[in-house]
């Protein structure tokens, strides 16, 4: 098993930035890729970031590319979201989520993920 907790979310004005942290624990040792998805209220979750734990690869949503950043700290079983030039649409709860499947093709898809944090709360204020 792998726990995961975020922290880091908030209320910010647009154009404003914020950072997400992940610590995970447990078995990291098995940890194959992480991501960042964010639910929307009425909205289904979406993927927003990934990052394949060893290689430290990445990859982006569209909607969120050139704006946020994903990063791990290996050390620290740490992953971080750097989120700039917030928008009121980027308003959400942001999931962290772990894998030890080795599908990194299917890193954008929800169910790919076997391990879920709490959530944070993000709010972009107009």
């Known amino acids: 098993q792998v726990q995961l907790v975020e922290s880091g979310g908030g209320l910010v004005q647009t154009g404003g930035s914020l950072r997400l942290s992940c610590e995970a624990s447990g078995r990291t040792f098995s940890v194959y890729c992480m991501g960042w998805f964010r639910q929307a209220p009425g909205k289904e979750r979406e993927f927003v970031a990934a990052?394949?734990?060893?290689?430290?690869?990445?990859d982006y949503a569209n909607s969120v590319n050139d704006r946020f950043t994903i990063s791990r700290d290996n050390a620290k079983n740490t992953v971080y979201l750097q989120m700039n030039s917030l928008k009121p649409e980027d308003t959400a709860v942001y999931y962290c989520?772990?894998?030890?499947?080795?599908?990194?093709?299917?890193?954008?898809?929800?169910?790919?993920?076997?391990?879920w944090g709490q959530g944070t709360q993000v709010t972009v204020s107009s």
């Open positions: 989520a772990a894998t030890a499947k080795f599908q990194w093709p299917r890193r954008v898809i929800v169910s790919t993920y076997d391990y």
């Open positions: 990052i394949h734990w060893s290689s430290g690869v990445t």
